[in-house]
């Protein structure tokens, strides 16, 4: 069962402002489910606790990104921080189009 939550219409509202979007928080409180439950509405979901797709994220930044391009949500980003300045070239390289992507 799925508790809707406040944080949804926040995190909603801000990704319609900023391109990229931090969700931080305690452990067990919801971010991934929050996550899940937003990529039903067409946003890929992507998590980097796979070993698979975190080996693609450290090995070729720019293939992960092309292979999970936004609007994506990237989920346990902390198991590969490396990755931050290729999202923030990517935001960059299209800042004339809108490339929300939602990192936890």
Known sequence: MYIKRDLEKVVINTSNTFP???????????????????????????????PLVREIAITDPALFLQRYSPPVLIDEIQYEPQILPYIKMYVDEHKNYFVPVWLI
């Open 20 to 50: 990229v979007v931090l969700i931080t928080g305690s452990r067990q409180v919801g971010k991934t489910t929050l996550l899940k439950k937003l990529s039903e509405e067409g946003r890929k979901y992507v998590t980097l606790d796979n």
